[in-house]
């Protein structure tokens, strides 16, 4: 298919996109908003998993700063990102969307083991994978799942939604003298402590050279510019070609 810049994607969807505008737990209207983000980049073949977070839920790092131990907070965040995925996968079917459910802790009833060769096999076969419980390990963040994963997979590069439209010098909403990063070397996030991922993601995508996009999730249409090569949000890859431009916006 003509217009088409990657065929496998890793979309990396934070728990706090699933509220929208709330506080805490899932907003329905942001959760079909992200399905049909998705929809349009299936529709146009392209072949895609997601990982997502479960902070809308629960947070294990805050939980563990607050006394509670480290690795059974995180196994309680695990379990707030099945949760998440289910809630995704309802409304990517509602749109006609197969999907699947794969988790990395065992919870038969509810979805699918996480098997590789059984992910790669459904994404072959045009259905959205949908990767839950994290690493299944306590002490890694769902962003180094989503690293793992579209390493394991083969995925072309990981889409990584946040809130604002790329990385910046420093927190654009505080410094209005911020600078987007249109894109930057994996050393360069690493070395100046960009927020973008934590290390061990970062880390593995420059290992594996890994591509990842950060872009805002809430620009309609954002996914499938991606998917075109319109070149939105903050590429970061294996080279030292960090370049800033000034605040867009
Ligand atoms: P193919 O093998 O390509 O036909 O894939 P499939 O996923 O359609 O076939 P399968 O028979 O494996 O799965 C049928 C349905 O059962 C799908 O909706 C799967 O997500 C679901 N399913 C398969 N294995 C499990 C499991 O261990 N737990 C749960 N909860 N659902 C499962």
Not at 155 to 169: C, E, F, M, Q, R
Not at 208 to 213: E, K, R, S, Y
């Amino acid at each position: 298919m003509k217009n088409r810049k990657y065929k496998r994607i890793l979309l990396k969807i934070s728990g706090e996109a699933m509220m929208g505008d709330m506080r805490y737990g899932i907003d329905p209207s942001t959760v079909d908003f992200v399905a049909k983000e998705i929809k349009d980049a299936v529709s146009r073949g392209i072949e895609v998993a997601v990982v997502i977070g479960g902070g809308n839920i629960f947070r294990g790092v805050e939980a563990s700063l607050k006394g509670m131990e480290r690795a059974s907070a995180d196994y309680m965040g695990m379990l707030a990102t099945v949760i998440n995925a289910l809630a995704l996968q309802n409304f990517l079917e509602k749109y006609g969307i197969p999907t699947r459910v794969q988790s990395a802790i065992e919870m038969k009833e509810l979805a699918e083991p996480y098997i590789r060769r059984k992910a790669i096999r459904h994404l072959e076969k045009g259905r959205t994978v949908i990767f839950a419980a994290g690493t299944g390990n306590p002490y890694f963040t769902t962003d180094t799942a989503a690293a793992l994963r579209a390493i394991e997979i083969g995925a072309d590069v990981i889409l990584k939604a946040t809130k604002v439209d790329g990385i910046y010098s420093s927190d654009p909403m505080k410094d209005p003298g911020a600078k987007k990063y249109k894109t930057v070397s994996y050393i360069d996030v690493l070395k100046m402590g960009l927020n973008v991922m934590d290390s061990t993601a970062v880390s593995l995508c420059m290992d594996n050279n890994l591509p990842i996009v950060v872009f805002n999730l809430r620009g309609k249409g954002n996914i499938k510019k991606l998917i075109e090569g319109k070149k939105i949000g903050t590429l970061v890859r294996g080279n030292n070609a960090t370049r800033a431009k000034k605040k867009d916006h």
